[in-house]
């Protein structure tokens, strides 16, 4: 793997975007790095609106940290319009670092164009894509959520109208063929979850294109107890966390709505720490949070936004995390974080995160977008303690990114020997 120089591309960088995404990418990157492996991130930044002059900037002293401050994209094709940032910026940047792999996590906000010039640049190099979400599927967000609220099973383009009736089905159709024009140049697909496999393959991604395979969990900070050794303290069970996006979509509301249904008597020994930031929230979403909050200040605490390295400490000194999402996930990096600090989580029973929490296992689930189902749930294990400490001794270990990325090295080679 001498030989290697891997180009990793992201949506965002988790200095300005703390999303699961952004931070699995530049894990992906330092541990590269930490191979001493020729890799360099290309991470997306907002253009300021008084930006001008080259779109890439280097964020560390060896230069193989870079920040491209990309133009905004269409997005319901997620393509660039401006083509010189790809076609001149973007070709210069591949030819100045000869890349052997590139590796997208996203192609969002950058434009599905930067996949083509990859190919137009090196027939036989290894283009590989980290599939995230279901955004090349559905134009809610990538989701897979009717615009009533319902789930969303299945996308074709006359559903897809029917939920944005603005546009046509026939524009939704050729989206469709847009957006696969460029997946087809894609050699390989990482699906952190089995069940994002079988939504794309269901789509039409050829399934020998898809592998399985989890972004991995960065190494445990110095003297952190390993899985099975970590203390576990009376009264852990009655604290619970939620780390991540504060909004409509990742189930805050539904949360506040299942510690509203909480009995009078266990309002006063529960605690809920809410860990986030609402800057990508929906519209209107402040006033029902303020809403939602009344009557439980002495339960809930918004503790603000927080950086990827604090989740460890934050999980610890609570005993169960929950995910209350109210659409499917993919694989939240949050269950891992959780699992890797021994807590279990309370999550909803659909999609990735059913997949990653086994019921009785790792935690336990509710019915998606039922508060009164999550009330039950927060009930039931704030008020066994046995039922906690052995859901601890149980938790499977996440994979951690040195696994993760011995795999994907595996796979660059594979895929380059079939090139």
């Known amino acids: 793997m001498e030989d290697n120089r891997i180009l990793v591309i992201s949506h965002g960088h988790p200095d300005?975007?703390?999303?699961?995404?952004?931070?699995?990418?530049?894990?992906h990157w330092k541990e590269l790095r930490r191979r001493?492996?020729?890799?360099?991130l290309v991470a997306r930044t907002s253009a300021s609106p008084n930006h001008i002059?080259?779109?890439?900037?280097?964020?560390?002293?060896?230069?193989?940290?870079?920040?491209?401050?990309?133009?905004?994209?269409?997005?319901?094709?997620?393509?660039?319009?401006?083509?010189d940032v790809v076609y001149r910026d973007f070709r210069s940047l591949l030819e100045r670092f000869r890349p052997t792999v590139v590796h997208f996590h996203h192609y969002a906000h950058l434009g599905l164009e930067l996949i083509r010039e990859v190919r137009k640049y090196g027939?036989?190099?290894?283009?590989?894509?980290?599939?995230?979400?279901?955004?090349?599927?559905?134009?809610?967000?990538?989701q897979m959520i009717k615009t009533n609220g319902v789930l969303c099973q299945k996308s074709?383009?006359?559903?897809?109208?029917?939920?944005f009736p603005g546009t046509s089905a026939q524009d939704f159709f050729m989206r469709e063929l847009f957006v696969k024009s460029f997946l087809a140049l894609v050699d390989l697909f990482v699906c952190p979850s089995a069940f994002l496999r079988d939504r794309y393959v269901e789509w039409g991604i050829p399934a020998e294109k898809m592998i399985v395979l989890e972004n991995g969990q960065p190494p445990l900070e110095k003297n952190w107890p390993e899985l099975g050794q970590l203390p576990l303290k009376e009264g852990m069970e009655r604290r619970f966390v939620v780390?991540?996006?504060?909004?409509?979509?990742?189930?805050?509301?539904?949360?506040?709505?299942?510690?509203h249904r909480l009995p009078k008597k266990l309002k006063k020994c529960v605690s809920i720490e809410i860990h986030g930031s609402s800057q990508y929230a929906e519209d209107g979403f402040a006033a029902q949070l303020e809403q939602g909050l009344k009557g439980l200040e002495t339960v809930v605490t918004l503790c603000g936004p927080y950086r990827s390295g604090d989740a460890a400490n934050i999980i610890q000194r609570n005993g169960w995390v929950i995910v209350p999402s109210i659409w499917w996930e993919n694989s939240p990096l949050v269950?891992?974080?959780?699992?890797?600090?021994?807590?279990?989580v309370i999550c909803g029973n659909i999609g990735g995160m059913a997949e990653k929490v086994p019921a009785g296992t790792a935690g336990l689930n509710f019915r998606v977008?039922?508060?009164?189902?999550?009330?039950?749930?927060?009930?039931?294990?704030?008020?066994?303690?046995?039922?906690?400490?052995?859901?601890?001794?149980?938790?499977?270990?996440?994979p951690t990114i040195h696994e993760t990325v011995d795999r994907l090295l595996s796979l660059y080679d594979r895929t380059r020997a079939a090139s």
């Open 369 to 398: 977008s039922n508060a009164a189902d999550l009330a039950a749930r927060i009930e039931e294990c704030a008020t066994s303690p046995e039922l906690w400490k052995k859901l601890c001794s149980t938790l499977p270990k996440p």
């Open 156 to 163: 074709a383009p006359l559903d897809c109208h029917m939920c």
């Open 16 to 27: 300005f975007s703390l999303g699961g995404g952004e931070i699995a990418a530049y894990e």
């Open 123 to 142: 027939s036989s190099i290894p283009i590989v894509l980290t599939l995230h979400e279901f955004l090349a599927i559905c134009n809610a967000n990538g």
């Open 335 to 344: 269950i891992q974080e959780a699992f890797a600090a021994g807590r279990p």
């Open 36 to 40: 001493d492996i020729q890799a360099m």
């Open 243 to 259: 780390l991540g996006q504060i909004s409509r979509r990742k189930g805050t509301l539904v949360l506040l709505d299942a510690v």
């Open 53 to 83: 002059g080259a779109p890439f900037s280097v964020r560390s002293a060896d230069g193989l940290q870079v920040l491209f401050c990309s133009p905004g994209v269409n997005h319901f094709r997620h393509s660039q319009p401006k083509k």
